[in-house]
């Protein structure tokens, strides 16, 4: 099992020390995700700073680039990084695909399907000359060695998408490489839905399962105090709460016991109750969906919940400074070494 960081993308000047130090740490690699920035800007200085540093989106927004374009970007990252970059792809929501980057949201999950395929029509297409696919809703059949970033001496990049319901894992199993398992994935949601399903899509396409990555954000409350571990599962309880206001993602805390949680936080988040939404999430939550331990504990607590599920686990919040780093790094290398 791999240990990567996540961190959302930095001003370009700090990410290379960023990337330096994580590696420096031990950890496998960095996950960007995409905010109010770039995740391959972020990407591409990383991979500058710190050579052999695995790297991936987690998540790019798919819709507003068309594939070519997503397409050609991965490419010159994995070229960069030595054969070492994962493209990881998300739909966003409606309101930020059309509001915010203003173009269709229209039939999302196809429409990722189509454009995975897409992209790796694309990547074919650079070695060859030869482009050719037609889908639902991209025609790609137009290219010339001008405008083509020609061969490169890695093997292409995968190609990972973010999913949550079953449609769409059963789509990552038959068409992705790997699947970004959301931020509520908890062990029991893991072992009902998504391995379940990335089975069932990998059967329609013949392939296994050991093919296709499982990558699992996990968030953590360490330390070895209690008054330590009580700061840490405040935040984790108000990005529980964030996260838990999507509709979509209702089923995830039902199912684990705990019925009726997002419309708790979506009337207080329409209320504008930011401490509310938080206090929708008891400890019982907590304990359900973090994993909470000592720092000499923490990488076996780990190995215990993800170890059976996951090929990748990335860690929220080990970037928050110069000793977490190091101590996360730790724990990353206990795990990685096992």
């Not at 930095?10 to 420096?24: E, F, N």
């Not at 030869?130 to 061969?151: N, R």
């Not at 720092?295 to 059976?308: S, V």
């Amino acid at each position: 099992m791999h240990v990567d960081v996540m961190t959302t993308p930095q001003p370009l000047r700090a990410i290379g020390d960023l990337a330096r130090r994580t590696q420096s740490a031990h950890f496998s690699g960095m996950l960007f995700t995409e905010t109010g920035r770039t995740a391959y800007l972020n990407a591409a200085v990383a991979a500058q700073a710190a050579p052999g540093l695995e790297l991936s989106t987690g998540v790019a927004v798919a819709f507003p680039r068309s594939p070519f374009v997503t397409a050609a970007t991965a490419w010159e990252l994995q070229e960069a990084t030595g054969g070492n970059f994962r493209l990881g792809l998300g739909t966003q929501v409606r309101t930020h695909v059309v509001r915010r980057y203003g173009v269709p949201f229209d039939h999302p999950g196809p429409r990722l399907r189509d454009y995975v395929l897409a992209v790796k029509a694309c990547f074919a297409a650079f070695r060859t000359g030869t482009l050719d696919h037609h889908g639902e809703f991209y025609d790609l059949d137009f290219i010339t060695p001008q405008w083509s970033a020609g061969p490169i001496d890695a093997p292409d990049p995968k190609v990972d998408v973010a999913a949550v319901n079953p449609w769409m894992l059963r789509m990552a199993g038959e068409v992705a490489d790997g699947i970004h398992v959301h931020p509520l994935g908890e062990p029991g949601y893991i072992t009902r839905h998504v391995l379940p399903k990335l089975a069932e899509g990998a059967a329609k396409s013949d392939r296994s399962t050991e093919d296709i990555a499982v990558i699992v954000p996990v968030m953590t409350i360490v330390g070895d105090t209690d008054e330590e571990r009580h700061r840490e599962r405040e935040l984790v309880r108000a990005s529980m709460s964030f996260y838990g206001s999507t509709p979509n993602y209702a089923f995830i805390w039902d199912e684990a016991g705990f019925e009726g949680t997002t419309g708790r936080i979506r009337e207080k988040q329409k209320a504008g109750d930011i401490a509310g939404m938080a206090a929708q999430i008891s400890d019982e939550h907590i304990t359900a969906f973090a994993t909470e331990s000592t720092w000499d504990g923490l990488a076996d607590a780990l190995i215990e919940r993800y170890g059976d599920k996951a090929t990748r686990i990335v860690l929220y919040n080990a970037l928050a400074d110069a000793e977490r780093i190091e101590r996360y790094g730790d724990v990353a290398q206990r795990i990685t070494e096992r």
